[in-house]
């Protein structure tokens, strides 16, 4: 079984005033909802927002139990959902989760490598250094791959990054959020990671999730891919044709086939 993460429910919280003046008002069931709501925000590393339609379909809550929620300052409604109040005070972020995935990763595929090396290294002390070509070949991989290694850790600011890494990465958020404002969610994570050093690759997977939960926040679906089709406008202009002109002849057909390859 996959390992699951976990998010916070902090003792006392049977006697939180808020609480305790929703089981008074006889909205013990609220409290319930509540608890489901932190439940999917930490399986689903959204930092404490809660779509509506998870809210109503996937925890089944009711207008009134939301509504009781929010009123006690629970809940914050926002567009396309709630945020639950103070998520992230007390519970991880999707940043600080993926990273302690990574660590995790990295860690193991280090444990690996090193059982890996001692093996090798066990054989080589039975023969002479050089004697064998493929004795070599490790020892060639090897060095080649300290050196990759030694290069991928240096560590950037983010006005670095900017020029470094962000310009690929921005291609990539933009074709997944097209309406997503990216020089104004540049300024809030700068200011955010002020001062701070990090490798690229964090940069980018830092940078990445702050604009996929910044596009939640804001209620910003994500792009869906445009699959090219015998009367799709691309086509369409590819063929010199419109609406009225469109058939699903094999030239169509095959224009599409193409686009659609091009573009993957």
């Given at each position: 079984m996959a390992r699951r993460g976990y998010v916070q429910l902090v003792n006392g919280f049977y006697d939180n005033d808020k609480i305790r003046d929703l089981v008074r008002m006889g909205r013990a069931d609220s409290v319930g909802v509540y608890c489901m709501a932190l439940s999917l925000c930490g399986d689903r590393l959204t930092d404490?927002?809660?779509?509506?339609?998870?809210?109503?379909?996937?925890?089944?809550?009711?207008?009134?139990?939301?509504?009781?929620?929010?009123?006690?300052?629970?809940?914050?409604?926002?567009?396309?959902?709630?945020?639950?109040?103070?998520?992230?005070?007390?519970?991880r972020t999707r940043e600080q989760v993926l990273h302690a995935r990574a660590d995790a990763k990295e860690r193991k595929s280090k444990s690996r490598c090193h059982s890996s090396v001692t093996a090798v290294s066990q054989r080589d002390m039975r023969v002479t250094s050089g004697q064998?070509?493929?004795?070599?070949?490790t020892r060639t991989q090897k060095k080649e791959k300290e050196e990759y290694s030694s290069s991928f850790s240096k560590e950037t600011s983010a006005d670095e990054y900017l020029e470094a890494g962000r310009p690929e990465a921005d291609r990539q958020i933009s074709r997944q959020y097209p309406n997503l404002d990216l020089t104004d969610a540049w300024g809030a994570f700068?200011?955010?990671?002020?001062?701070?050093?990090?490798?690229?690759?964090?940069?980018?997977r830092l940078w990445k999730g702050w604009c996929q939960r910044r596009a939640n926040m804001s209620g910003i679906p994500p792009s869906k891919r445009h699959v090219h089709t015998w009367q799709c406008e691309h086509v369409l202009q590819a063929l010199g044709r419109n609406k009225e002109t469109a058939t699903p002849d094999q030239r169509a057909c095959q224009m599409a086939k193409q686009l659609n390859k091009e573009k993957s």
């Open positions: 404490g927002f809660v779509p509506r339609r998870a809210m109503l379909s996937n925890i089944g809550a009711t207008p009134e139990q939301v509504r009781a929620l929010v009123d006690e300052g629970m809940l914050e409604e926002v567009e396309e959902g709630w945020l639950i109040h103070d998520y992230t005070a007390h519970n064998t070509p493929e004795h070599q070949n700068m200011q955010h990671h002020h001062g701070e050093t990090r490798t690229i690759a964090d940069w980018t």
